[in-house]
């Protein structure tokens, strides 16, 4: 078991160049899809047992980003600054 957000050894990883052109709206879906054909690629590796903690690639703990936390703020609707263009 991991107890931290987005850590853990590596199953399946791949890249994907976000275009200029492109909102969260508009990527989702393709990331989406992306990882759940990784998924459904790894899905026998991991049932059969070849696929474990031990056997998948570790993180590189130096590639490490750090977000921001995220608060309440951040949910609030401030129309008079939010549009929809």
Known sequence: TVSAMDAGPIVAQTTYDVKTTET???VLPTLFEIGTDLLLQQ???IF???MTMETATPQNENDI???PLIDSTEGQLQFW???AT
Do not use: E, R, Y
């Open 81 to 83: 600054k939010d549009t």
């Open 65 to 67: 980003v750090m977000a």
């Open 43 to 45: 899905l026998p590796a």
């Open 48 to 50: 059969s047992g070849a």
């Open 24 to 26: 969260a709206t508009t």
